[in-house]
């Protein structure tokens, strides 16, 4: 598979939206996000959010681009367009933020970037929308009525693509498709900092694979009902 494919924006999209599952790695070295991303790669999950808190983030960044091409690598937990700027020439192919900054939108779709920024309350999805966002992350969900408050959400915006964050794990994953997220972010309950640290690179494959599951099962119920 090559990694041109996936250079557009468009391609990029579609992507996300397929394997709904989004990891988010925040790990605390350079080779620890880059034992992360391989792992969830090879569980069967080709996107990998690097966040900006990983020391070295934006050569964790560089290295997955020149080494798996393949793979759909992003930035997160973005704060200011200089870092953005700096991802993206790094090679990162979206662009991610706890929070709606008005000015990191505007400088991914400037850019013709695929970009979701982090939101929670019906405002901040209006404002994200309308600068532009391909995607909006919901995060915390979990804390403010998980699966159900996504599921209000999808009543107010039906067309627009929500991303479930933040308490995304095991128990919750199918409940949050279910109600109409188009994909999840998941970071700990995917990449523990257990498994990294022992290096159990089958555990996070199997996680991985648990998770697509969750996905394409709720998918399915979905279609059906």
Do not use: W
């Not at 990694?3 to 990891?23: Q, S, T």
């Not at 069967?44 to 959010?49: A, M, N, Q």
């Not at 994909?183 to 697509?212: C, M, N, P, W, Y």
């Amino acid at each position: 598979m090559e990694g041109a494919e996936f250079v557009n924006k468009d391609a990029v999209r579609r992507r996300i939206e397929e394997v709904g599952i989004i990891p988010a790695v925040r790990v605390s070295s350079a080779d620890d996000a880059m034992f992360a991303a391989e792992a969830v790669y090879r569980g069967g999950i080709p996107i990998v959010e690097v966040t900006l808190t990983v020391p070295g983030a934006i050569d964790v960044i560089s290295h997955l681009v020149q080494n798996a091409p393949e793979m759909i690598v992003g930035a997160g937990s973005l704060l200011d367009v200089e870092t953005a700027r700096l991802c993206l020439q790094a090679g990162a192919k979206f662009l991610t933020s706890d929070g709606f900054d008005l000015d990191v939108v505007k400088f991914a779709v400037n850019q013709n970037t695929v970009v979701f920024p982090g939101a929670l309350t019906p405002t901040d999805v209006i404002a994200a929308r309308k600068a532009g966002s391909d995607f909006i992350k919901i995060v915390p969900c979990g804390h403010v009525g998980g699966d159900s408050y996504i599921k209000d959400l999808r009543a107010m915006f039906p067309s627009v693509p929500l991303i479930a964050a933040g308490g995304v794990n095991q128990k919750t994953a199918y409940g949050f498709i279910l109600a109409g997220a188009t994909a999840l972010g998941v970071g700990k309950e995917l990449v523990s900092r257990e498994a990294i640290h022992l290096r159990q690179e089958e555990r996070i494959r199997t996680l991985a694979d648990r998770f697509l599951g969750f996905v394409s099962a709720a998918r399915s119920h979905r279609t059906t009902h």
